[in-house]
């Protein structure tokens, strides 16, 4: 049950595009589209954005979207805006019926 | 909107127990399975256990194995989380989560934070 692997962080500028990855193996995210994204403002509950790799709840803004190849799924905000600033979090189901969560990577806004 | 809500949270010594609580409303919770899953104060999620709708299956984290047991009681729309011979490293903020589909984590608690310490 070894985390799956995000970067520590990342930035943008207002309006830019970035990506996130998360990096997993053949038992976990390699093997099933069972792949989420969750959005974490500090001191508050986590938030799903993103589930089987490409699709959103609804409520959940288009300049959020997923995909997924091999063992690496991606989380992609486009038209980066202030209040998007959290941490994100990937999640996946894995062969052993558990889950597994990535390390967290702190989005930052310029 | 569905509510979930955690209590029981507290300071509790080394090597002692504790039970927590989540209750459900405005969801008919015995349709869906349920998590456990904690954060570390300033680290990651980290998953620690699910129980089927009917509680007919559980699983762990490696982390909690033999330690934490969940269950359920669908007549109180209450899930639990038995935690014993706890540690300091198992201080952190739990929440429950509802499962979609043994597939993702739709509706999160608000969190309940335990801290173990002498």
């Known amino acids: 049950q070894s985390a799956l692997t995000q970067p520590a962080s990342v930035s943008g500028s207002p309006g830019q595009s970035i990506t996130i990855s998360c990096t997993g193996t053949s038992s976990d995210i390699g093997s099933y589209n069972y792949v989420s994204w969750y959005q974490q403002h500090p001191g508050k509950a986590p938030k799903l954005m993103i589930y089987?790799?490409?699709n959103r709840p609804s409520g959940v803004s288009n300049r959020f979207s997923g995909s997924k190849s091999g063992n690496t799924a991606s989380l992609t905000i486009s038209g980066l805006q202030a209040e998007d600033e959290a941490d994100y979090y990937c999640?996946?189901?894995?062969?052993?019926?558990?889950?597994?969560f990535g390390g967290g990577t702190k989005l930052t806004v310029l | 909107q569905v509510q979930l809500v955690e209590s029981g949270g507290g300071v509790v010594q080394p090597g002692r127990s504790l039970r927590l609580s989540c209750t459900a409303s405005?969801?008919?919770?015995?349709?869906?399975?349920m998590h456990w899953v904690r954060q570390a104060p300033g680290k990651g999620l980290e998953w620690v256990a699910v129980i089927w709708y009917d509680g007919s299956k559980k699983y762990y984290g490696n982390s909690v194995k033999g330690r934490f047991t969940i269950s359920r009681d669908n007549s109180k729309n209450t899930l639990y989380l038995q935690m014993s011979s706890l540690r300091a490293e198992d201080t952190a903020v739990y929440y429950c989560?509802?499962?979609?589909?043994?597939?993702?984590?739709?509706?999160w608690g608000q969190g309940a934070l335990v801290t173990v310490s002498s």
């Open positions: 405005r969801f008919t919770f015995s349709n869906h399975g």
């Open positions: 989560a509802r499962d979609r589909g043994a597939d993702y984590f739709d509706y």
């Open positions: 089987d790799v490409s």
């Open positions: 999640s996946s189901y894995t062969s052993s019926t558990t889950w597994v």
